[in-house]
């Protein structure tokens, strides 16, 4: 379980925001006479994702002005290698993946965008639960192993949700899977798998460690905790950069070969698989594996419980957590204040 050690607060403002218009208009891509596709539909000023030269100016959606590659990018289809070796069994064999092409939020979800779920939830006569009737937010966060001072940024009042002050654009935390599934689903999208958030995190070609290369990330290049990929025995760890989240999008050197920041640090990120030990050395799917039927795992304490994936690092755990390839479970009931998520989206047809 991802539990976080007791941490102080203290002031953190001053910290950047979304970086908004970084991208110009310029669509990239050339048009073929006489292809309704290369008019730019939407006129949004990004061609449709199929006439893109530049994936990085590709629109996931040309039917919709308010998709662009500010929000969301496309991940071209294609292998990646899967995996790691030296890192321990479940990461095992290092496997070529092939997955489909797809859309990805450039940035995890945020505390202000959850709150429009929780205020559409309420509205519709179900506060605070999806379809199912479980909870969408952990607002009494009675599952951490550890006390931690680390509040709820998510106030309710009367069925309307705020969020603390200078909070709202740090990912959103205290959710579940299905609270991300729920989310996901509102915006026409899901979680990704785990085989579509790794591809995303490291690009097709090369074997890399990081969303952004080989480079170990320090305090300037991402919301971790620095230190060594291998903890000698007896090695002291580093303290975390930060003693909180950070508006996504902070460091914009935390950033994959399809633009998309924080899958490194900041929060860990719920993904749809379940979590086995063994899903990699079992599975015999090598196009858009799915993982496993059911998930289990040991949590400390020696409880085994159904557990779910997920995938990067969080702002105070150990560096290996960080890793593109690095497998987290959590159980599948858990909420926590270093997991958020993000969603992908099925490509405009
Ligand atoms: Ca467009
Ligand atoms: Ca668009
Ligand atoms: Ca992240
Ligand atoms: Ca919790």
Redesign the pocket.
């Known amino acids: 379980m991802r539990l976080l050690p007791l941490l102080l607060l203290f002031d953190c403002g001053g910290l950047k925001s979304i970086p908004a218009g970084s991208l110009d208009g310029d669509s990239g891509g050339g048009g073929a006479d006489g292809d309704p596709l290369a008019e730019d539909a939407d006129g949004d000023g990004f061609l449709d994702w199929r006439l893109a030269e530049d994936p990085a100016l590709a629109d996931c959606d040309d039917h919709d002005a308010e998709v662009t590659p500010a929000q969301r990018r496309l991940v071209p289809a294609g292998p990646f290698w899967r995996g790691a070796e030296g890192y321990g069994e479940e990461l095992e064999p290092l496997t070529e993946i092939t997955v489909s092409a797809f859309c990805a939020d450039v940035f995890e979800v945020t505390n202000a965008e959850f709150a429009e779920l929780l205020d559409a939830a309420a509205a519709g006569g179900r506060p605070n639960q999806d379809d199912l009737g479980r909870p969408l937010y952990?607002f009494l966060?009675q599952?951490?192993e550890w006390d931690d001072e680390i509040p709820q940024w998510i106030v309710e009042e009367n069925g309307q949700h705020s969020v603390s002050d200078g909070m709202d654009l740090h990912p959103v935390t205290?959710v579940y899977p299905w609270s991300g599934e729920a989310f996901c689903a509102a915006r026409g999208g899901r979680l990704p798998t785990e085989a579509e958030w790794e591809k995303a995190a490291r690009g097709g070609a090369d074997i890399r460690t990081w969303p952004w290369g080989d480079t170990a990330p320090d305090c300037n290049r991402a919301n971790i905790r620095p230190g060594t990929l291998a903890m000698e025995p007896g090695q002291e760890q580093e303290q975390p950069c930060q003693p909180l989240t950070t508006p996504v999008g902070s460091y914009p050197d935390d950033i994959s070969p399809y633009g998309l920041h924080d899958l490194s640090g900041n929060v860990a990120e719920w993904v749809s698989d379940w979590y086995r030990v063994d899903a990699y050395a079992t599975e015999t799917d090598t196009t858009d594996p799915q993982g496993p039927d059911s998930g289990e795992a040991e949590f400390p304490g020696g409880v085994v419980a159904e557990a779910r994936m997920t995938r990067g690092g969080a702002f105070p755990t150990e560096p290996i957590w960080d890793a593109v390839f690095s497998r987290y479970p959590e159980p599948a009931d858990a909420?926590?204040n270093g997991v958020g998520f993000r969603c992908v989206y099925p490509l405009d047809p």
């Open positions: 952990d966060d599952d951490d205290e909420s926590s």
